[in-house]
């Protein structure tokens, strides 16, 4: 395949305790995809995005960004094309203005003072967070703190965007609108790795679903494939999307349980109306 962004190789990593977290996972991501990284707690999610950004090295094993070891790549080489959200933004955040939290990165990309004002400004433009640049970030709602700090990854230009859990903690409208900005940052060339327990985002947005379990990647495809098959699912600790079941349900009336998109279900209903 023509030049993949990120190419995971037979990686395995193991956490100083001892816990396996991720075991011999193999994946490649190409540009433009919508990835939605699936899993049980504990499954290995966060680990698998650490690896993919340079935050931890694998035991065996490598991660290639651009066809480079991931070694052999600075810090700022690295962070212009992988951009990782961390799940709990408290860890992410720590400057005293909103201002120097999203500068942090471009100033430590080298950027002159001029760019990087400019970067902020997009950036908090692109996730639509309208407070004060001399704001206290550490005062900012949850829904907030998570979009600084994917404004603050946003602000690096990183061409692939890994977002670890970015919707726990906001409500329904909230996701909506995050999902908006992840497809427009899409449309202009990005490429995003979502780790969610949200299969509905991922029925609707992704355009491949992972699965991991125990460490162990055990399912990898279009969510139209992965996300109707049931016993995987199950086998993941995952529950199988409600209208996937309600369709199931509904087979008597011409439905299969191959629909994973409202949408389509909302179409096959009206459909099935009009032959009544
Ligand atoms: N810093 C750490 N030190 C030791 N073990 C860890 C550490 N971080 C994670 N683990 C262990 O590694 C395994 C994978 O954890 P990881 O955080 O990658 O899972 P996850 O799929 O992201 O889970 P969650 O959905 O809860 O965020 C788990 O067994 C976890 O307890
Ligand atoms: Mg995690």
């Known amino acids: 395949m023509a030049n993949p962004l990120v190419e995971v190789i037979n990686v395995s990593y193991t956490y100083p305790g001892g816990i396996k977290a991720i075991n011999g996972i193999t994946m490649t991501v190409e540009q433009g995809e919508f990835i939605a990284l699936l899993g049980q707690n504990g499954s290995g999610k966060t680990t698998l995005a650490k690896l993919m950004s340079g935050l931890l090295k694998p035991d065996e094993g490598m991660v290639l960004i651009k066809g480079k070891d991931i070694k052999d790549l600075t810090v700022s080489e690295r962070a212009s094309i992988v951009g990782y959200v961390f799940q709990n933004p408290e860890h992410q955040i720590f400057a005293s203005t909103l201002y120097d939290e999203i500068a942090f990165g471009p100033r430590n990309l080298g950027l002159p003072e001029e760019e990087v004002k400019r970067r902020v400004e997009e950036a908090l433009k692109i996730v639509d967070l309208d407070k004060p640049l001399n704001a206290f970030p550490h005062l900012l709602s949850v829904g907030e703190k998570h979009r600084v700090a994917i404004a603050s990854v946003i602000a690096m230009k ?63 495809g279009p969510p139209e494939k992965v996300l109707v098959n049931e016993e995987l699912l199950t086998e993941a600790g995952l529950t199988p999307l409600h209208v996937t079941l309600l369709a199931d349900k509904l087979r008597d009336y011409g439905f299969s349980k191959n629909i994973i998109k409202t949408m389509d279900f909302v179409e096959k209903f009206i459909d099935v109306l009009r032959r009544k």
């Open 158 to 220: 990183p061409e692939f965007l890994i977002l670890d859990e970015p919707t726990t903690g906001i409500d329904f409208k909230r996701s909506l609108q995050l999902m908006r900005i992840l497809l427009k940052y899409r449309e202009n060339g990005g490429s995003i790795m979502m780790i969610t327990h949200d299969l509905y985002l991922a029925a609707e947005f992704a355009n491949r679903v992972i699965i991991l379990k125990d460490g162990i990647k055990i399912a990898d």
